[in-house]
């Protein structure tokens, strides 16, 4: 399964709103980086970690950058693939990196990458979340 991953600067939560009303949908979920497992400054608490609307079949996910991490053009859509299994997981984590970029390796079930054709993967297995 591949769900879209928005990326905004500072105003994903007024994005996921505007969408849900905008595409009569529902926001699944809305975490901010104060509710992860992320250390941030304490500014960026409030700014969204992670968050996935639901329109019909339309899912896709969407967080403010990192701090530090500023959104270029290409940055601020990844593709979010899920797989079924670690195993399966990791084996297309090494070869969508072969000739790109690992920008964070996998932990804690989660990696992202940049393929040598500029397009980013983040990876997980199980139920995406």
């Keep these: 399964m591949i769900i879209p991953y928005l990326v ?18 529902k926001i699944k979920f809305m ?10 400054p304490e500014e960026a608490n409030d700014l969204i970690y992670n968050s996935e609307l639901n329109a019909g079949d339309l899912v896709f996910k969407a967080s403010d950058n990192l701090p530090g991490f500023p959104i270029r053009e290409g940055t601020n859509i990844s593709l979010f693939t899920v797989f079924p299994d670690e195993e399966a997981k990791v084996k297309a984590f090494n070869n969508l990196s072969n000739g790109g970029k690992v920008l964070f390796p996998i932990e804690d079930d989660f990696g992202m990458l940049k393929d040598k054709f500029g397009i980013q993967w983040m990876v997980v297995h199980g139920d995406g979340h």
């Design 8 to 25: 905004f600067q500072g105003n994903c939560k007024e994005a996921m709103q505007f969408y849900a009303q905008a595409l009569d949908g």
């Design 31 to 40: 975490q901010t980086f104060k509710e992860s497992p992320v250390d941030v």
